[in-house]
T-cell receptor
């Protein structure tokens, strides 16, 4: 099946710094999703992207759907301590009944 | 927004017993729900797609007789882990599609520990 490569695996940054993470796939997706998961909780949707080239913001978060449909990135600007968590990308195919394929996650640590 | 309630949030059971996990869509109807499994420090792996009024669709490698899924109503899907073993200990999460936003909402997960 399809696999997503998410990088980096982990990041240690200082509060106030910007963060960038990305996902690549060997095949195309119709939808790219970015989630944040806190320990012991289910993932929470941050941004959904439905069109190639789409650039969408949600507060300090910005994500883009790559032109080739095989990649996406998520940027977090001016990080704060509550940004700590695991960020997952996920791809969906219209033909795959809404199933999501998840990346391996990026663990973000923000030092005050 | 759409809310998916998952219960229990954690459970400890003895080997050989069965455990039922419930997933409810609180303010919308969900004809399809998804069940995922997540091991520590790993990603979410789709186990099965739960379809209201019909049989669930299982992913390759997932034993349907061990992980029984019932989607008896438009707001409730249940996952029963039968004859649980310690290797079944994991974090189980469900999700459902909100027809209003077309987004997928996750439950808060169930931490299963089999001793």
């Amino acid at each position: 099946g399809q696999q997503l490569n998410q990088s980096p695996q982990s990041m240690f940054i200082q509060e106030g710094e910007d963060v960038s993470m990305n996902c690549t796939s060997s095949s195309i997706f119709n939808t790219w999703l970015w989630y944040k998961q806190d320990p012991g909780e289910g993932p929470v949707l941050l941004i959904a992207l439905y069109k190639a080239g789409e650039l969408t913001s949600n507060g300090r978060l910005t994500a883009q759907f790559g032109i080739t449909r095989k990649d996406s990135f998520l940027n977090i600007s001016a990080s704060i301590p509550s940004d700590v968590g695991i960020y997952f990308c996920a791809g969906q195919l219209r033909t795959n009944a809404g199933k999501s394929t998840f990346g391996d996650g990026t663990t973000l640590t923000v030092k005050p | 927004g759409a809310v998916v309630s998952q219960h229990p949030s954690w459970v400890i059971c003895k080997s050989g017993t069965s455990v039922k996990i419930e997933c409810r869509s609180l303010d919308f109807q969900a004809t399809t729900m998804f069940w995922y499994r997540q091991f520590p420090k790993q990603s979410l792996m789709l186990m099965a797609t739960s379809n209201e009024g019909s049989k669930a669709t299982y992913e390759q490698g997932v034993e349907k007789d061990k992980f029984l899924i019932n989607h008896a109503s438009l707001t409730l899907s249940t996952l029963t882990v039968t004859s649980a073993h310690p290797e079944d200990s994991s974090f189980y999460i469900c999700s459902a599609r909100d027809p209003a936003s077309l987004g997928y909402t996750f439950g808060s997960g169930t931490r299963l520990t089999v001793v």
